[in-house]
């Protein structure tokens, strides 16, 4: 299956891009500025926000299936600038789709929108389904639910066939330390480097969320873009509170911390609880989560654990 | 009441501003470029794309009611170019309700929507009613219900009072003639002044739209805004086929005129009826059409005779 990956540089894209040559896959990739280790020969610099790029790409590449991965995804990042996230996940979003669908109508689309469509949840609509009210509520959540409305345009008039993917928080080895579980194991392994005092600064800690593996999460993208389309949540299927992720870590890390609460942290209110049903992506594809949350934080620790290492050595 | 109308030298914006200054508003306008004749000493310029632009239009004008009627209306000139329409219509809503939260959450905001946002309507979905559902399909839709998507996210968290109205077609004088009814009235002026032979250009005539007078709407938006908020469609509530509009034109002007079919008029394939129910609105602010279809066609015409023929003594 030839496969096009546009946004593959990031977090999700390099794991998604290992798993789909796994799988066999023949892979392409877009990537806004940097390299693809993985597929020395075939990544292409792409800016999605500009028609005649995208149109270059998908061209060029020529696939079956397309997973769009690309585009801001960090919320304090699209708080501050709305009409860029606009321009970026939406506008992106839309040459994304015009020009796969100006290749061919048989292309395969996943589209990776996010669990923070649903927004302002009640406890009483826990766990969150796919038909579950969407109240999107900050600049980001709104760009995802923006392109999720151009995505169904061309769903609904057989343009494309088209997927859309809504993940929980999912978390890995890699990701960016700007996010909580990364954050947290890279000040343990900054604290284990003996580069850090034994104090651990922390926000919200009482806010319950459904982190998953982004390993599982890449094997549902797989999953999905063979699937006959619609939307689909993805999930760990479980609550677990900032405070147990934290928890895990420290446990991991086997070292004696004093957690601080810094109010640069505390974000505004939030949602105190939300976890997805996976039921949809279970009775379809077959997909369920396998990597146990301890697994995850252990790699996760191991990844900071080392990295810290290496640029101590550099 | 203090009201500010941005967006007020268009057509709709004009009649509502002599409508509010009618019922005793003290009304400020926005505008982008036009100046607004009532309005000598209260218009002010406004690019609402621009935050600073934008605030310092609220600051000064501090309005208890905010008419929204800014921003690209024209669907094939939203067609044309996604990223500006993006821009104007959902950025650009988007530092309005900003700019107005920030001066007060006491502000009533109407934003002037769509009724396009129902799109691809089904036949035994009709009367449209405000729970119908929503299948934007093209990018002036999107970019209606893009903005709407941003509205309710103020209206939910209290942060303005905040009413959405979905205009039907509405038609009247001094619309511009890239609309039907202006355009066929136009034609058939010039051919009344002697200025254009008897052949009047038409497109597609089969589909049925809902049709009222924008002076009836303009009437709905004041009542709308000084409502508790909500969704309201605004309409005639009766189908009305782009034939019957043709007809009711060539029977005011009393000519006898030939039709041609102008292959660069046919638009691609549209949703055959639409038409709503403005039940909700008669219910909750006691708004119904008033002015017969007839009347509306035969002040179209006159304002197009009496407009070519300035032209022709200038």
Request: aromatic share 8%; proline share 5%; with cysteine.
């Amino acid at each position: 299956m030839r496969a096009l990956v546009i946004g593959a540089a990031g977090f999700v894209g390099n794991y998604l891009v290992k798993h789909l040559l796994e799988q066999g896959d023949e892979v392409y990739a877009g990537t806004l500025s940097e390299s693809v280790e993985l597929l020395p020969d075939t990544t292409f610099k792409v800016d999605i926000t500009d028609a005649l790029s995208t149109g270059e790409l998908i061209q060029r590449s020529k696939p079956q299936v397309i997973y769009h991965l690309a585009g801001i995804s960090f919320v304090p990042e699209a708080e501050s600038d709305f009409e860029r996230t606009l321009r970026v996940n939406v506008a992106g979003t839309a040459n994304v789709l015009r020009q796969a669908h100006l290749l061919s109508k048989e292309i395969s689309v996943l589209f990776i929108s996010s669990a923070e469509v649903y927004g302002q949840i009640k406890p009483a609509e826990l766990p969150i389904k796919e038909d579950t009210p969407l109240r999107p509520a900050n600049n980001y959540s709104l760009s995802k639910r923006m392109a999720e409305l151009v995505v169904e345009r061309y769903a609904r008039q057989g343009a494309l066939r088209c997927t859309i993917a809504r993940p929980f928080n999912h978390i890995g080895p890699g990701q960016d330390s700007r996010f909580v579980a990364s954050n947290f194991a890279y000040q343990l392994a900054r604290i284990a480097h003996g580069r850090a005092p034994a104090v651990l600064q922390v926000g919200n800690l009482e806010a319950r969320r459904d982190f998953s593996d982004v390993r599982d999460i890449v094997r549902a993208y797989r999953l999905l873009a063979h699937s006959q389309g619609g939307v689909f949540n993805l999930g760990a299927g479980v609550p677990r509170s900032i405070q147990a992720l934290l928890d895990g870590l420290i446990a991991v890390s086997e070292l004696k911390v004093e957690v601080q609460q810094d109010p640069a942290r505390m974000r505004g209110p939030e949602v105190p609880e939300l976890y997805t049903s996976y039921e949809r992506a279970k009775s379809v594809v077959g997909w369920q989560p396998l990597i146990p949350f301890e697994q995850s934080l252990a790699d996760i620790y191991q990844y900071w654990y080392e990295r810290v290492g290496l640029e101590l050595a550099a």
